[in-house]
């Protein structure tokens, strides 16, 4: 994607546009995709097939959990062709690299482990078309900490509720 900037004007973009995924507060609150409570079937998503996923450990903390060192998600998508799942089956899309952190505690090794079965199940990203008409992979409506600090921006620490939210927001798909 480039730059962390030209990430967040698009997905800016997207909420101005009306198009970007529910609030934090929505999703908790209505569930997500309509999942029902009562279905503890985990639903798939539409990510592309060809990401990658590893973790590494970092002896530093994210704003917020002062004694806590931090979990590194790393994930990647290479450029591909769009299946029937994506918006425009046969066309090119651009590829992802991207980061999400975590607290190495308990509540984040929950989380974690969650995260890891979402992107299993194809639910963290999916491929949309840009501001620019660009096809790419982008995050889906699961929220991800891309920042370790920084403030007050959705993708950034400190957020007292993260933990919480994503995981309610997980459950609601089906990962426990």
Do not use: W
């Not at 973009?13 to 029902?36: E, K, M």
């Not at 790393?74 to 450029?79: Q, R, T």
């Not at 929950?110 to 096809?135: C, I, N, P, Q």
Request: aromatic fraction near 8%; glycine fraction near 10%.
């Amino acid at each position: 994607m480039g730059s962390e900037q030209s990430k967040d004007k698009m997905h800016c973009t997207r909420y101005i546009n009306g198009t970007g995924p529910p609030t934090l507060a929505d999703q908790v609150q209505n569930g997500t995709n309509g999942a029902s409570k009562k279905n503890s079937k985990i639903v798939n998503g539409n990510q592309p097939d060809d990401g990658r996923m590893s973790i590494m450990h970092l002896r530093r903390n994210v704003e917020g959990y002062p004694k806590c060192d931090t979990i590194q998600i790393n994930m990647e998508f290479e450029d591909g062709i769009q299946t029937e799942n994506h918006p425009n089956p046969g066309q090119k899309y651009y590829g992802l690299k991207t980061v999400a952190y975590v607290p190495q505690n308990n509540e984040g090794m929950k989380v974690y482990r969650m995260l890891e079965v979402a992107f299993k199940h194809k639910l963290l990203f999916t491929v949309a078309t840009t501001s620019t008409g660009e096809e790419r992979v982008t995050f889906s409506d699961i929220p991800l900490k891309t920042k370790e600090s920084g403030g007050h921006d959705s993708f950034s620490y400190p957020d007292p509720e993260y933990l919480k939210t994503v995981t309610k927001i997980l459950k609601s798909k089906g990962i426990k």
